[in-house]
């Protein structure tokens, strides 16, 4: 049984009087209390110092001590425990009475009252039939030719044919327009580029390889009709330097064009396929009351800053914007695929080449553009055709 706090001071004054060693550890078990409660109520009588100077060696005063403080840690550390428990129980008590509060709405499924009318866009450009890129030349990062040329212009056509199969699950598509943006050959603008193939020749294999896309797509696309609008690039020119006056009139690409246009205005698909040929820099088309303005991009000045060509594009359009407003640009020229919100600029069918890695241009796989026109959402649905 405990003894009561004047038996623990009796004892101590006793052990003080006849000098009787006794630790404080040993006193508090000797009346069955603890260590801080002992020394408490010996502190409160004035008796502790006389009975640890008298009773205790040094060192067994360093120990208690060493107890004592980490006892009082403990301690506080409990309480802080206790506070951090009774703050989560209230958090959890908080959150429980909050979720039994929350109601979780339901989405109802609005059931299609039919598909909405959208036309498909589909770019092509910068394809350079008859130019050559060796694979060791540029680290084996890419290789052309004209069988490859063939394969992948194949591949375009198909995979347009897809594109516009998939987006038919929302959409009803019947009207595609493509836009012929330029340099389907890389003609003979730069010393360096007269192969063994000619522009004449090459306007014949891009000859080719357009009436059997369009075929493919006039035959299997389901289409009301095709819109082909036709832009020139610079690589297509027949003069050495650039001419604004008919500039449209000296490109192999508008013999393409022209061919094109003859040769189905004299088919049994001649009602489904229609052509804007280029007259100016600028070819345009009307779409859902929006204006597309096409043209190559060689019209764009821009010399290689951070910003890419966004900044000067930009600029290009605002001033454009000034004389004939567009809502949409569509471009190419630049061999890499950028789309803001009111220009697409395409990706190329030749890919990267010793040119863009001499002038230290952004690495691109072949790529080509489609996308949807919506009556209400604008350009929506953008692919890029890998190639």
């Given at each position: ?11 101590a ?5 006849n ?12 009346v069955?209390?603890s260590d ?7 502190r409160?009588a004035?008796?502790?110092?006389d ?50 509060k929350?109601?979780v709405?339901?989405?109802?499924i609005?059931?299609d ?35 490859i040329?063939?394969?992948?212009a ?30 389907f050959?890389?003609g ?28 493919l ?6 289409l ?25 009139e000296?490109?192999y ?20 396929i ?8 600028f070819?345009w088309?009307t779409v859902?009351?929006?204006k597309?303005?096409?043209?190559h ?10 910003g890419?060509?966004?900044i000067?594009?930009?600029k ?10 567009a ?14 919100q009111?220009?697409v ?6 890919g ?12 691109e796989?072949p ?20 190639l």
């Amino acid at each position: 049984m405990k003894i009561n706090k004047q038996e623990i001071i009796d004892k101590a004054k006793l052990a003080i009087k006849n000098q009787t060693p006794m630790s404080m550890r040993a006193l508090s078990r000797a009346v069955g209390r603890s260590d801080v409660f002992v020394s408490d109520i010996l502190r409160e009588a004035g008796l502790k110092a006389d009975f640890l100077s008298i009773t205790q060696h040094p060192k067994d005063v360093v120990v208690e001590r060493e107890v004592e403080s980490k006892i009082r840690r403990d301690y506080k550390a409990s309480l802080d425990t206790i506070k951090e428990l009774r703050n989560e129980i209230s958090v959890r008590g908080f959150l429980s009475e909050i979720s039994a509060k929350i109601i979780v709405p339901t989405i109802d499924i609005v059931q299609d009252k039919g598909k909405k009318e959208a036309t498909a866009v589909v770019m092509a450009s910068d394809w350079h039939f008859e130019e050559e890129v060796r694979a060791a030349s540029i680290d084996n990062l890419n290789e052309f030719n004209i069988d490859i040329a063939r394969k992948r212009a194949s591949t375009f056509f198909e995979r347009t044919l897809k594109l516009i199969t998939i987006c038919r699950r929302d959409s009803n598509i019947k009207t595609l327009i493509v836009a012929a943006l330029g340099d389907f050959i890389a003609g003979w603008i730069h010393e360096e580029l007269i192969t063994s193939t000619t522009p004449p020749e090459a306007l014949v294999l891009v000859f080719e390889q357009w009436l059997s896309g369009l075929n493919l797509w006039l035959d299997n696309a389901d289409l009301d009709e095709i819109i082909f609008i036709g832009s020139c690039g610079n690589h297509g020119r027949i003069t050495k330097k650039p001419h604004y006056k008919k500039s449209q009139e000296k490109n192999y690409e508008w013999l393409i064009y022209q061919f094109l246009a003859k040769w189905y205005a004299n088919s049994k698909q001649k009602t489904r396929i229609r052509f804007i040929l280029p007259k100016g820099y600028f070819n345009w088309a009307t779409v859902y009351n929006r204006k597309l303005r096409l043209h190559h991009g060689d019209g764009i000045r821009y010399l290689g800053g951070v910003g890419g060509i966004h900044i000067p594009l930009r600029k290009a359009i605002a001033q454009w914007n000034k004389a004939q407003h567009a809502d949409l640009d569509l471009l190419g020229h630049w061999h890499s695929r950028q789309i803001g919100q009111d220009y697409v600029v395409n990706g190329s069918l030749i890919g990267y080449n010793e040119y863009a890695e001499r002038i230290k241009a952004d690495f691109e796989h072949p790529i080509q553009c489609f996308f949807i026109l919506h009556p209400e959402y604008d350009k929506t649905a953008e692919f890029s055709i890998r190639l």
